[in-house]
């Protein structure tokens, strides 16, 4: 009896939200193969990276339905969080909603997202507001399918429960992912670091310069490597010395 061969291609770069229904990661394609000698299973799709495009997607949040692709032209952090009306998710968002006056003079909008739905959102964002006396400025996904939490690698198809990691994407006005951090569920983010990491991107985006350790903004940049006997400076800290900012 001939063998069967059943593979699925899952396409992560085009998601699509709708009513809270996710038709994005789906599969996509499915083949039935008998007895081929020559095929091999597809691979799943790589890990996002540094440099790749932001998977775009359409989504309801608490403040009405968003695309991702509608905030090119500026700065973006999309980050998630496990889980509505938990304690650390409760000081990043309140942390955040304090400084988002910040990330705005970086012409830098956020957008959260858990695996909570919308109406969860709305409860736990106005639980904040009375408990903390502060408004969460910025829309917060939700993403119950958790369909674009897995397209991001923020949900791990083998993880025992829906709760996504504290993952953040740095995403340029190209929409062009520039940087990313995950932390465990039970360590907190912060924002200084946030705000930082985005100003050092910011700052080091045309490529003539470079952001040292710890390096905040109004501090000395460094010239890149030179790559020429010609572009090599005098001086002993000539493969290591700062540029104006």
């Given amino acids: 009896m001939p063998l069967i061969h059943i593979y699925i291609i899952y396409v992560i770069n085009k998601l699509s939200l709708r ?16 007895d081929d000698p020559s095929f091999r299973p597809a691979s799943p799709p790589r890990p996002l ?6 998977p775009d997607f359409q989504a309801r949040t608490t403040m009405g339905e968003v695309k991702l692709s509608g905030y090119r032209g500026r700065w973006l952090i999309f980050f998630s969080h496990p889980a509505d009306f938990t304690p650390v998710c409760t000081t990043e968002f309140v942390a955040l ?9 970086l012409n830098c909008a956020l957008l959260g997202l858990s ?5 969860s959102h709305l409860a736990w964002i106005r639980a904040i507001r009375d408990a903390f006396g502060v408004t969460v400025p910025f829309p917060l996904v939700e993403d119950p399918s958790m369909a674009v939490g897995r397209g991001y690698g923020m949900v791990d198809e083998t993880a025992p429960d829906s709760a996504t990691v504290r993952a953040s994407y740095f995403i340029d006005p190209q929409g062009i992912i520039r940087a990313m951090t995950w932390y465990p569920h039970n360590v907190g983010r912060s924002v200084e670091e946030t705000l930082r990491l985005l100003a050092a991107l910011q700052s080091t985006a045309d490529d003539k310069a470079l952001a040292p350790e710890g390096w905040k903004p109004g501090e000395t940049l460094l010239a890149p490597p030179a790559s020429s006997m010609a572009e ?9 010395h700062g540029v104006k900012a």
Avoid: H, N
């Fill in 49 to 54: 990276r540094i440099g790749d495009t932001a």
């Fill in 115 to 119: 695996v909570d739905s919308l109406f």
């Fill in 19 to 34: 009513q809270g229904a996710a038709s994005g990661i789906y599969p996509l394609e499915i083949d039935i193969l008998m």
């Fill in 232 to 240: 090599m400076q005098d001086g002993a800290d000539w493969f290591c």
């Fill in 97 to 105: 909603a304090r400084e988002a006056a910040r990330f705005e003079a």
